[in-house]
């Protein structure tokens, strides 16, 4: 018989901190992404498949949770870090790959050209926006890419955020792979546009 699960004083309080912590993040995003996470080009992003298993739309959230994640982190520790840069930041970074196959004909021109075209695709749809805002787009794939280096603190999170992500979507996707779970990305994405819904 399965034993019975319990929930620690201590475990309730660190799972209402997270629940806490991702009802922030999420109010964020809202308030400073309202434009992108409404845009038919996010739309689509969860159509495009990106780093084998996952797709466009599911990276950005990664990358975008994760940053606004980093930003309360440094913002603890007095770091002055702009979260409406970064939200948006984050949100644009990998807009500009959309329709890969038909913009680049090879993965390193996609490399290299795609955070100019989010940035064109970011000012559609949030107007003119700080210079610090488009160097987070245009400096994310550093090193990579012949990309140059971020240029602000709000820069070097969403292209460390990046990394990461890029990661997780990478081992998740084997988990995809080595376990079965057939639908697991499906689940995902519902999970990630759910969370957003509320
Ligand atoms: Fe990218
Ligand atoms: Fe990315």
């Not at 964020?28 to 992108?36: F, K, M, Q, R, S």
């Not at 210079?131 to 012949?146: F, L, V, Y």
């Amino acid at each position: 018989m399965r034993t019975p699960y319990y929930e620690s004083t201590m475990h309730r309080q660190i799972r209402e901190k997270r629940e806490n912590r991702r009802d922030r993040i999420r109010n964020d995003l809202e308030l400073y992404g309202e434009e992108v996470l409404n845009s038919e080009e996010m739309r689509q992003a969860f159509e495009q498949t990106h780093h084998t298993w996952s797709t466009v739309g599911e990276h950005t959230f990664r990358v975008a949770f994760t940053s606004v994640l980093i930003s309360y982190a440094l913002k603890k520790l007095n770091i002055k870090v702009s979260v409406p840069a970064v939200v948006v930041g984050a949100l644009c970074h990998d807009l500009g790959i959309l329709g890969r196959k038909d913009k680049f004909s090879s993965a390193k021109e996609m490399s290299i050209e795609h955070p100019k075209d989010s940035v064109a695709v970011a000012r559609e749809l949030v107007g003119e926006m700080p210079d610090k805002t488009e160097d987070i787009i245009e400096r994310h794939m550093w090193p990579a890419g012949q990309s140059k280096a971020p240029n602000s603190i709000e820069a070097a999170i969403v292209s460390a955020a990046d990394k990461y992500s890029a990661v997780k979507d990478i081992i998740k996707g084997s988990e995809v792979k080595e376990t079965g779970v057939k639908y697991y990305v499906r689940d995902e994405k519902e999970k990630i546009r759910n969370l957003l819904k509320g």
